[in-house]
T-cell receptor
Framework: GAVVSQHPSWVICKSGTSVKIECRSL??????MFWYRQFPKQSLMLMAT?????????EQGVEKDKFLINHASLTLSTLTVTSAHPEDSSFYIC???????????FGPGTRLTVL | DAKTTQPTSMDCAEGRAANLPCNHS???????VYWYRQIHSQGPQYIIH???NNETNEMASLIITEDRKSSTLILPHATLRDTAVYYC????????????FGGGTRLMVKP
């Protein structure tokens, strides 16, 4: 199957730091990618839809100025958590469909810990 | 997308079949049933999907009732590595649309 990677796998930072998470489709192109957040023992919650060449679409309650998304190429989407605070500590996961009618492939996730 | 209901948790003995039910009573005619699973601290993994016919692949079988209001994911010979949270999702024909995850079923395979 198609492969989606994320970098870094785990990041620990101080409060107030901005953290960038990369999501790459390694062997296919993705015009659309999705960003999810998962708190401990909870399900995944969609944060935003990343669209190549255009602005991301954010879910209700997700601050677009806090979580900056850039989908600059067909294989890379980045999520930047600006001025991170301890409550932003979570597991961030991206996904991309191989084709619009296919199942989605998920990255391995990035664990963010804000001290 | 139709709402799905799954049991919170299930246990299964290693080597036995694991049958995971899912209710999707409000599913519409063009919505597929997708199953994903998430092993602890990893990204979700696609398992199988179907519309109205039963489906089988190397990982599992999917049985969909004739009225499509419920389905069952079957892992024929569960192993310890199948311990995970299993998510049943009903979505429109375009799976490239966003996925809305419910609580899922936490399957514990025991030796």
């Amino acid at each position: 199957g198609a492969v989606v990677s994320q970098h870094p796998s785990w990041v620990i930072c101080k409060s107030g730091t901005s953290v960038k998470i990369e999501c790459r489709s390694l062997d296919f192109q993705a015009t659309t990618m999705f960003w999810y957040r998962q708190f401990p023992k909870q399900s995944l919650m969609l944060m935003a839809t990343s669209n190549e060449g255009s602005k991301a679409t954010y879910e209700q309650g997700v601050e677009k100025d806090k979580f900056l998304i850039n989908h600059a190429s067909l294989t890379l989407s980045t999520l930047t958590v600006t001025s991170a605070h301890p409550e932003d500590s979570s597991f961030y996961i991206c996904s991309a469909p191989l084709r619009l009618a296919d199942e989605q492939f998920f990255g391995p996730g990035t664990r963010l810990t804000v001290l | 997308d139709a709402k799905t209901t799954q049991p919170t948790s299930m246990d299964c003995a290693e080597g036995r079949a694991a049958n995971l039910p899912c209710n999707h009573s409000t599913i519409s005619g063009n919505e597929y049933v997708y199953w994903y699973r998430q092993i602890h601290s990893q990204g979700p993994q696609y398992i199988i999907h179907g519309l109205k016919n039963n489906e089988t692949n190397e990982m599992a079988s999917l049985i969909i009732t004739e009225d499509r209001k419920s389905s069952t994911l079957i892992l024929p010979h569960a192993t310890l590595r199948d311990t995970a949270v299993y998510y049943c999702i009903a979505i429109g024909g375009n799976a490239g649309n966003m996925l809305t995850f419910g609580g899922g079923t936490r399957l514990m395979v025991k030796p």
